[in-house]
């Protein structure tokens, strides 16, 4: 097929780093306020079965002399703590998913429906959609390549492609379309996202979504040392061979599960020594994997302080989820963690790629080594934990969602690992942000997020971040505002833990612990690709109720002192429930 020339991307205001840590996937849905039911609708069947049933209940204007299965169960969830099913769904005409949508069905043991979030499209199976492809995937995916080259430069070495047929919404239609992802490392980060139609070969919507088993033989597993990017020193797994005596920064991250049978997550960390496209290639053809190997001198010592940091880092993250989470690392199905540090030159940001970790070094006058920051290491992984959960669209307020609960679990894995007996810590980045300033806090304040400042062109008020629904920023730039109302999820999550008064609305706080399973509950089992501030407000409650059931006394029913806390929070900054 003639490979169709496509246009450059008009360049947009470039993010700072004090607001661009990473961007993950993103999409253009909009979001209908979530169904959340007062009195439980109880259907037939398996949970899954029951789910879609019901979702399909909601369809008012089901044909059904033209039926089609409009839902996909995409996961399902058992939770044993409170005896309920989870049921993920997409959905999909004629078998092909349309972008964007999602449903999330809660269940009793009775499979008595009691909770559903996510907008449910009416008159699919009256449509009449074009399913059929005249152009392959692999001319998709060439496409996808011209364009993604178009801006940033010829890539040797794609990290990874996925391509789906896709239907996108336009309006009331829908377009057949293949969607490629491509994510690259060099001569840029990037997770690319390409929508190409699937007949006339057009690419018809493109954004970057990128934030901003070691088994060779002869390896056995050794401890080694290295000091970090602040001069401590570390102690780690890393792998030996046994015939040359050179250790490389590939371990195991190992928590949860038992004795006998424990949870073993791969780890593997390499360099791309600040060099562009055509340096930054699979180092060793034997592993299989980006970047080159970080090896250590004969005495079993790292000497690359970034390397170490990105390696430990990535550990102490995933032992946070494993631990408090009982998630088994970033798909819960064991994926290796790989880090890759020495990203470009002087680079101020770090990223999440669909599929690894990035870490610039930073200029050293707005940022340090990036790799340095145990929380910006958590914002990353939770890309990925968001990216293999519900998926939050990288636009607008999904978009702003997503970045949130980033922040958030970086700063809660933070003050996890630091210990009961530390003080809390609500700044995202302080250790690598301004590394010449003492005492200046991080990039972000999820405690107070008004101390920082945003830059002019966005023209807020204050040029503060917002604190309330009704500040937030409605413009274009930065996908909508993904970082800059980041901080009205961020302050209600802080309220929610440490409580106070705010907007005359009192919180009485529930504790990081209280906090923490609720908004991995409502990220993992409620919200949906598309939702916005109302969904997370709903998510959050229903999450709560679960794990904090209300009490009753007599015909009256009271929320729970943690469901209390959720509704406040929310009320204080300021998102509606409906």
């Not at 692999?138 to 890539?155: F, L, N, R």
């Amino acid at each position: 097929m003639k490979k169709k020339k496509q246009k450059k991307m008009s360049k947009k205001a470039a993010i700072p780093a004090v607001l661009a840590l990473s961007l993950l996937a993103g999409g253009v849905i909009p979001t209908a306020a979530p169904k959340v039911f007062a009195e439980e609708t109880q259907v037939k069947g398996s949970s899954e079965d029951a789910a879609v049933a019901y979702l399909q209940s909601q369809v008012t204007n089901f044909t059904k002399s033209l039926p089609i299965n409009q839902f996909k169960v995409i996961d399902s969830i058992t939770d044993s703590a409170t005896n309920t099913s989870h049921v993920r769904t997409v959905e999909q005409y004629k078998g092909i998913p349309i972008y964007g949508s999602g449903q999330t069905v809660a269940l009793d043991a009775n499979n008595n429906v009691y909770a559903s979030i996510g907008n449910v499209t009416q008159n699919l199976s009256r449509s009449i959609i074009h399913t059929e492809a005249s152009i392959t995937e692999d001319d998709a995916v060439e496409i996808a390549k011209e364009g993604v080259e178009s801006q940033i430069g010829t890539v040797n070495k794609y990290d990874g492609i996925d391509t789906q047929l896709t239907l996108l919404p336009q309006g009331s239609k829908y377009r057949l379309t293949y969607l490629v992802k491509l994510s690259t490392s060099v001569p840029a980060p990037g997770y690319f996202h390409y929508f190409v139609d699937a007949n006339s070969g057009e690419v018809v919507k493109s954004f970057d979504a990128a934030a901003e088993v070691f088994d060779p033989k002869n390896a056995t597993i050794t401890t080694a040392t290295g000091l970090d990017v602040f001069g401590k020193k570390q102690s780690f797994i890393a792998a030996k061979d046994s015939t040359t005596n050179t250790s490389y920064l590939y371990g195991i991250s190992a928590a949860g599960g038992t004795t006998t049978n424990p949870n073993l997550v791969p780890l593997a960390t390499f360099s791309a020594r600040g060099m562009g496209e055509t340096a930054f290639l699979l180092a060793n053809l034997l592993f299989g994997l980006p970047g080159f190997d970080v090896k250590s001198n004969s005495l079993n010592f790292f000497a690359d302080p970034a390397a170490v940091s990105a390696h430990i880092n990535s550990d102490k993250i995933n032992k946070y989820y494993q631990t408090v989470h009982k998630r088994n690392s970033l798909d819960n199905k064991g994926m290796t963690l790989i880090s890759t540090v020495h990203i470009g030159t002087k680079w101020n940001n770090a990223a999440w790629n669909g599929k690894q970790m990035l870490y610039g070094d930073g200029d050293g006058v707005v940022l340090g080594s990036l790799a340095g920051g145990l929380d910006v290491a958590g914002h990353e992984m939770t890309h990925g934990v968001i990216t293999n959960s519900a998926n939050l669209t990288y636009q607008d307020e999904s978009g702003a969602l997503n970045e949130s609960l980033a922040d958030i679990f970086g700063v809660l894995a933070e003050m996890y690992t630091a210990g009961t007996t530390s003080p809390d810590d609500w700044e995202i980045g302080e250790d690598v942000y301004t590394p010449n300033k003492a005492g200046d806090g991080g990039l972000r304040s999820l405690s107070d997020p008004k101390t920082k400042s945003v830059p002019a062109y966005f023209g807020m008020k204050d040029n503060k971040y917002p604190t309330t629904y009704s500040e937030r920023y409605l413009g274009t730039e930065d996908k909508g505002g993904v970082h800059v109302n980041s901080s009205i999820n961020n302050k209600a999550a802080y309220l929610i833990s440490a409580g106070g008064t705010f907007n005359d609305v009192t919180v009485t706080g529930i504790g990081r612990s209280k906090l923490e399973k609720i908004l991995y509950r409502a990220l993992t089992m409620y919200l949906t690709p598309s939702s916005g501030f109302k969904e997370m407000r709903q998510s959050a409650i229903q999450a709560a109720r679960d794990l904090y059931p209300d009490k009753k006394s007599g015909t009256t029913t009271v929320p729970s002192a943690e469901t209390s806390a959720v509704i406040a929070a929310y009320d204080a900054v300021g998102v509606p429930a409906q």
